[in-house]
């Protein structure tokens, strides 16, 4: 570089230890300053997503309530005994009630 008429002086082992200490911790103060963001962030993505996961478990939910429901009417389980197992419903006096004394 240019002295102009000086000495140039020579850079010692303390200064550039103590440039290196100061962008460290420079370095460091910014990581800390902007991770909370870039956590937030990350969590603000995390919980979009759960919550569309959590309305498609409710639809689905909803869905298999349902089915439940449906499996458990006594026309349903009627009508695919019918149709699926060949069940006949019997004939008027084949049926014989005996009832209590």
Do not use: H, W
Request: with cysteine; proline share 3%.
């Amino acid at each position: 570089m240019f002295t102009y008429g000086r000495e140039k002086e020579r850079i010692g082992a303390k200064n550039i230890a103590c440039l290196a200490v100061s962008m460290i911790m420079c370095l460091l103060a910014m990581l800390i300053y902007i991770y909370p963001s870039i956590r937030a962030t990350s969590l603000m993505y995390e919980y979009s997503t759960l919550l569309g996961e959590l309305e498609e478990l409710k639809e689905l939910n909803k869905k298999m309530k349902l089915e439940v429901s449906t499996l458990r009417s006594y026309d349903f389980t009627e009508k695919r005994a019918m149709n699926d197992l060949g069940y006949v419903l019997p004939a008027p006096g084949q049926v014989v009630i005996i009832a209590k004394k």
